[in-house]
């Protein structure tokens, strides 16, 4: 597929880098021309070789390029980048793995700790750019963890829950998860991408304070997620 990552940081090179290794046609798009360029030769480097050579762009000449656009930039960024860019993505699948995270100033001091700046993201951006297929995906895990090779932990294949309102999109993001070696995971409609937003704030909140946010969860044998 023609995909349009847009930002040039950690979750550009983690998701960018392994659907570029697996043949996907790729568009870095980021405000500096340098940070666009630096990423796409980072990538064309570790992917010789290439059925295709990763481009840099404007933001505009990636959004314009694909048929995915990953939003892959600071929550606080999204507000200018729709308003100049929105009609740009109307009918692309547009995954946002963005997070919200700000420092949770109520936390004992030296912890950690994070609280969220607005309760629902990918729902604003379906709102602003009102003909993209939006799908919130990859935001619960660090860029390290998607950029890794081996994501099977104790017999279990990692999974990625994505949430959108498009069957297409779904299916698209799906793909674009098993491309990377990951399970998709579909959670439902948009509405309920702020759950997955809820769950990274909070996740990410147990992992800093050393705690196993796995051991919180049995496996589904033992969940008794039955109808009664
Ligand atoms: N890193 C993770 O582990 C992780 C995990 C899950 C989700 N996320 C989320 O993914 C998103 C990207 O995170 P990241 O870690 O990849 O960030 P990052 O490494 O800091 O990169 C952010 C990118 O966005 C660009 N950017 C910043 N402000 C911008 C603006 N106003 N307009 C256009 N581009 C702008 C930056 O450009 P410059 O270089 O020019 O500043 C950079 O290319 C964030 O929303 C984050 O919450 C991150």
């Given at each position: 597929?023609?995909?349009?990552?847009?930002?040039?940081?950690s979750m550009?090179?983690a998701l960018?880098?392994?659907?570029?290794?697996?043949?996907?046609?790729?568009?870095?798009?980021?405000?500096?021309?340098?940070?666009?360029?630096?990423?796409?030769?980072?990538?064309?480097?570790?992917?010789?070789?290439?059925?295709?050579?990763?481009?840099?762009?404007?933001?505009?000449?990636?959004?314009?390029?694909?048929?995915?656009?990953l939003l892959a930039v600071p929550v606080?960024?999204?507000?200018?980048?729709?308003?100049?860019?929105?009609?740009?993505?109307?009918?692309?699948?547009?995954i946002d793995c963005t997070n919200a995270f700000?420092?949770?100033?109520?936390?004992?001091?030296?912890?950690?700790?994070f609280?969220l700046?607005?309760?629902a993201v990918a729902?604003?951006i379906?709102?602003?750019?009102?003909?993209?297929?939006v799908v919130k995906a990859f935001n619960l895990l660090a860029a390290?963890v998607w950029?890794?090779?081996?994501?099977?932990?104790?017999?279990?294949?990692?999974?990625v829950p994505f949430c959108g309102?498009?069957?297409?999109?779904?299916?698209?993001v799906?793909?674009?998860a098993?491309?990377?070696?990951?399970?998709?995971?579909?959670a439902?409609?948009?509405?309920r991408a702020r759950y997955l937003e809820a769950t990274a704030v909070f996740t990410v909140?147990?992992?800093?304070?050393?705690?196993?946010?796995?051991?919180?969860?049995?496996?589904?044998?033992?969940?008794?997620?039955?109808?009664?």
């Amino acid at each position: 597929m023609r995909i349009g990552i847009i930002g040039a940081g950690s979750m550009a090179a983690a998701l960018g880098g392994g659907w570029a290794r697996v043949g996907h046609e790729l568009l870095i798009g980021a405000r500096s021309a340098r940070s666009a360029r630096d990423l796409a030769d980072t990538i064309n480097a570790g992917t010789e070789p290439a059925r295709h050579r990763v481009g840099a762009a404007t933001i505009a000449e990636a959004m314009d390029f694909a048929e995915v656009v990953l939003l892959a930039v600071p929550v606080a960024a999204l507000t200018e980048l729709l308003d100049e860019h929105g009609e740009r993505l109307a009918d692309r699948v547009v995954i946002d793995c963005t997070n919200a995270f700000q420092p949770d100033e109520s936390a004992p001091d030296g912890a950690t700790a994070f609280v969220l700046s607005e309760p629902a993201v990918a729902e604003r951006i379906a709102s602003r750019a009102s003909r993209a297929r939006v799908v919130k995906a990859f935001n619960l895990l660090a860029a390290e963890v998607w950029a890794g090779e081996d994501r099977v932990f104790d017999g279990v294949r990692l999974a990625v829950p994505f949430c959108g309102d498009d069957e297409t999109a779904m299916r698209i993001v799906a793909d674009l998860a098993e491309d990377l070696a990951l399970q998709p995971f579909p959670a439902g409609g948009l509405h309920r991408a702020r759950y997955l937003e809820a769950t990274a704030v909070f996740t990410v909140g147990l992992w800093f304070a050393g705690l196993d946010a796995r051991a919180a969860l049995p496996p589904l044998t033992a969940a008794f997620a039955v109808a009664d």
